[in-house]
């Protein structure tokens, strides 16, 4: 079992739908990331978060340290939003251990 | 500010030689980490530097490796180069300040095709 698993591995959506994407993780944390790669492989950091909840415009991420559970929600979806969303456990030392991503393709 | 630039963006090498990658961190970032990204293995942790110092290392053999220098600028080597090793190699860079968010900066990441 992977360290970090994350779902769903791709996904469709039409243009304002509300889309969630979802991170477990098994191992102790420091703080979670949430990381945006567009085509190309420039990587932006869209959030860390090492508990409760995150907002920047209509990205929300959440995080549930009990649960050992993280949710990237994007809402009001735009085919600019079309990227592929990797979430990170973070250790000590930035040791980091990435989820598989999640491809999001938003149809207009 | 300027951002996390790494050098060169495209490298181009064959089997059997050596590899050194480049990365500058943002301006009074002291710590660099850096990633190896495949289309089967995604993206994978190789070390992170602190002050000149090793912190940490990911599970890669011994071919690859890295160093700090003083002004915070990271180089890492492969050596003796396989197929395999062909990949989207990224740094990033934070801050590392005690008890602060230490979010990571990521560069634009060389891509390196082993033929």
């Known amino acids: 079992k992977n360290e970090v698993e994350q779902s769903p591995q791709n996904l469709t959506a039409q243009e304002g739908e509300f889309i969630t994407i979802n991170c477990s993780y098994s191992?102790?944390?420091?703080?979670l990331h949430w990381l945006q790669q567009h085509p190309g492989g420039g990587i932006v950091s869209l959030f860390m978060?090492?508990?409760g909840k995150k907002k920047h415009g209509r990205l929300i991420a959440t995080i549930n340290i009990q649960e050992k559970h993280s949710s990237l929600h994007i809402t009001a979806s735009h085919p600019r939003d079309s990227a592929v969303y990797i979430c990170?456990?973070?250790?000590?030392?930035?040791?980091?251990?990435f989820g598989i991503g999640t491809k999001l393709q938003v149809i207009p | 500010k300027a951002g996390v630039t790494q050098t060169p963006r495209y490298l181009i090498k064959t089997r059997g030689q050596q590899v050194t990658l480049s990365c500058s961190p943002i301006s009074g970032h002291r710590s660099v980490s850096w990633y190896q990204q495949t289309p089967g293995q995604g993206l994978q942790f190789l070390f992170e530097y602190f002050s000149e110092t090793q912190r940490n290392k990911g599970n890669f053999p011994g071919r690859f490796s890295g160093r700090q220098f003083s002004n915070s600028r990271s180089e890492m080597n492969v050596s003796t180069l396989e197929l395999g090793d062909s990949a989207l190699y990224l740094c990033a860079s934070s801050l590392e300040i005690a008890g602060g968010r230490n979010e990571q900066f990521f560069g634009p990441g060389t891509r390196l095709t082993v033929l």
């Open positions: 191992v102790g944390i420091s703080a």
């Open positions: 978060l090492s508990s």
């Open positions: 990170a456990a973070v250790r000590l030392y930035q040791k980091v251990t």
